[in-house]
């Protein structure tokens, strides 16, 4: 979360393939260039990878290029009022939560507009950056989260990574000690806190359409269970990933849930080995389900069709396989194109399962669309109702989905 296919792309009046609309010269000369402006959220260290991108994609296309960055947490409101007074950008970057409720407004435009489709991409990037069907952005990299674990004390206590609930449950108990937890999450109340819940309602059959039901009454109680165990910190109510990741580096807690985004602190962390595997599931030999995190690029309705066509090429450009190559090298992301993401797992095995954990991610709007943000408070209300023992799973789920 920290947080979604092309075949082609729209110049003039012309269909030109994704292939030569990735890297071609298209646009005019270096002294007519058109200027095309592209509004993100990054900041380092992601940016330099991202801007890049966005240079070279211009010099294929023809464009120059500039970029905004706002921060994160005020762009959605910026976006409705650049819509409102007709200013938006020429390409939008949005967390994939964020473009059913842009699309829904009806500044974005589909990008089938511009001869471009989601073939060849993960499903869930497909979903994620669509509306009632229509596709209206795509993101070159995605992300999503995993079980990391510390190797050697793991190996000390002879357990080998947990599979299974009952497994992750031994596996946390067994490894708590003085000044060190089995396992850490974030239980926060934000959507961090529901990121992190999303793997052990879905993978157990529950549902964000109502979760005041048995299955993630039952996912709710495994991770409360943990708490009053004292396999996992009552902490964790408080904790956002960042403090997740601080516990582990620490050597405080043997296991935690976290994304690739976390892999340089990890690396940089003297004498610390570490692995990850796919979140354990409630029985051997099920698919664990992930939520999905990346950032889409969308063409916004700004009017001007011949900058809105030349828009959809630089949409396209960034979502290319080598653009995808760069930015998930550089943020250590999954390629959202399934053949460019098994080059990664094939060439990292720490990124390996994460691979695989996108491959079988979910959209979270993939239920609810432009309410998902409604179903993401319900479900860390109830939450933070259970972990601070203020309710019981099922008690604090029936409340919070009344609300």
């Not at 190996?155 to 947990?162: D, F, N, Q, R, V």
Request: charged share 15%; glycine share 10%; aromatic share 6%.
């Amino acid at each position: 979360m920290r947080n979604t296919k092309i075949a082609a792309v729209l110049a003039g009046a012309m269909m030109i393939p994704l292939a030569i609309a990735g890297c071609s010269s298209g646009g005019s000369g270096s002294s007519g260039k058109t200027t095309l402006t592209i509004e993100d959220y990054y900041s380092p260290p992601s940016l330099a990878p991202m801007e890049a991108v966005y240079k070279a994609c211009g010099t294929d296309i023809g464009a120059t290029v500039n970029a905004t960055h706002v921060p994160g947490a005020g762009l959605i409101a910026k976006v409705l009022q650049q819509s409102s007074s007709k200013t938006l950008p020429d390409v939008l970057m949005l967390d994939n939560p964020d473009v059913q409720q842009i699309a829904e407004s009806g500044a974005l435009s589909p990008l089938k507009d511009y001869g471009i489709n989601g073939d060849g991409f993960a499903p869930a990037v497909v979903e994620a950056g669509s509306y009632q069907g229509t596709l209206y952005g795509l993101a070159p990299a995605v992300n999503s989260i995993a079980l990391i674990y510390n190797v050697e004390i793991l190996k000390a206590a002879g357990i080998t990574p947990p599979k299974t609930w009952a497994e992750l449950q031994d596996a946390a108990k067994k490894l708590t000690k003085p000044g060190q937890y089995g396992f850490a999450f974030s239980g926060i109340n934000t959507y961090e806190g529901t990121w992190q819940f999303m793997p052990f309602m879905w993978s157990n059959g529950g549902n964000e359409k109502n979760i005041n039901t048995p299955q993630t009454a039952q996912a709710l109680q495994l991770l409360v269970d943990m708490v009053n165990a004292g396999s996992v910190s009552k902490s964790v109510v408080n904790w956002g990933q960042g403090d997740v990741l601080d516990q582990f580096t620490a050597g405080k807690a043997a296991m935690m849930i976290n994304g690739p985004w976390n892999f340089p602190a990890l690396q940089a962390a003297t004498g610390l080995k570490w692995a990850t595997v796919p979140i354990p599931t409630p029985t051997a030999g099920q698919t664990s389900i992930a939520p999905l995190g990346g950032e889409t690029f969308t063409v916004p309705q700004t009017g001007d069709k011949s900058k809105m066509a030349l828009a959809g090429k630089l949409v396209a450009c960034i979502n290319s396989a080598k653009s995808q190559e760069t930015i998930a090298k550089a943020n250590l992301n999954i390629p959202s194109r399934t053949a460019v993401a098994q080059q990664v797992a094939t060439s990292n095995p720490l990124l390996a399962p994460f691979v695989t954990v996108v491959a079988n991610a979910r959209a979270r709007t993939a239920e609810l669309g432009p309410d998902w943000p409604k179903a993401a408070t319900k479900i860390y209300t109830a939450e933070q109702l259970a972990l601070t023992g203020k309710m019981s799973p099922a008690a604090a789920l029936n409340q919070a989905q009344s609300q």
